[in-house]
């Protein structure tokens, strides 16, 4: 799944297209790129577009204030900024991406690089040991590389982090951490434990105060747990009015 395919879509969204026509911006796009010359109707080039509808369109019920957020941050942040975004969305849509991140950044934490062969065995840990796990784990991979978050390191299946994209902007920050939220990979946890989450491992996120992170954005909470924790956890259920 390539990044320029989600810049495409959103794109098309904030310019107040409807569905009909982003699908055929879509169609258009992935006519030359993806099942070149084939019209079966499920295939690949259809299956990534339902991707990016219901990343950016069609999202899961409850998703919408999230959504919404997202195309707000979209509309006014830097193109740099994207990458951000599109990696919320598709964390908080599809939490097995998140839940590769995760392993991968944990390794990369750990030892500096991460093997594809360690990143499956601990994703398939986590999922269940199927080969399905395993191929859908590689090619979220292969994703991490086209969009410049993960770089070859020179020894096969191996793979190094990029320069990791400094989030300045606060609200996008506190967006990130609902994403990973939403996604589940992490749970109720600590602000800190969220702003250093592995699962962002393309980030760098500020250092954000609990009243910064409730200010921007009322779908979250934060519970003093032991006297001198706080748990960021997110309220229920996400409606409309949270927006």
Do not use: C
């Amino acid at each position: 799944m390539r990044l320029d395919w989600f810049e495409r879509t959103a794109n098309l969204i904030v310019a107040g297209n409807e569905k009909p026509a982003i699908m055929e911006g879509l169609q258009d796009l992935l006519r030359d790129k993806v099942s070149v010359g084939g019209q079966a109707v499920r295939g690949n080039r259809e299956k990534i577009i339902t991707i990016l509808l219901k990343t950016w369109l069609t999202v899961p019920d409850g998703l919408e204030p999230l959504r919404d957020g997202g195309l707000d941050l979209f509309k006014r942040a830097q193109r740099a900024d994207h990458l951000a975004l599109h990696w919320g969305m598709v964390s908080a849509v599809y939490p097995f991406w998140a839940g590769v991140a995760g392993q991968t950044g944990r390794l990369l934490r750990l030892q500096g690089t991460a093997g594809a062969a360690h990143v499956q065995r601990r994703v398939r840990e986590q999922y269940g040991e199927r080969d399905t796990v395993s191929r859908a784990a590689r090619r979220v991979l292969r994703s991490f590389v086209d969009w410049d978050v993960l770089r070859e390191s020179g020894v096969k299946g191996v793979y190094e982090p990029a320069s990791p994209m400094v989030v300045d902007d606060r609200d996008l920050a506190a967006w990130l951490i609902e994403a990973v939220l939403v996604s589940g990979v992490n749970g109720p946890t600590t602000l800190k434990s969220l702003t250093e989450s592995t699962a962002l491992f393309p980030f760098r996120l500020p250092r954000l105060s609990a009243g910064e992170l409730v200010g921007s954005t009322k779908r979250l909470d934060v519970i003093t747990h032991n006297l001198d924790e706080e748990l960021v956890v997110l309220k229920r259920p996400l409606t409309a009015q949270d927006t």
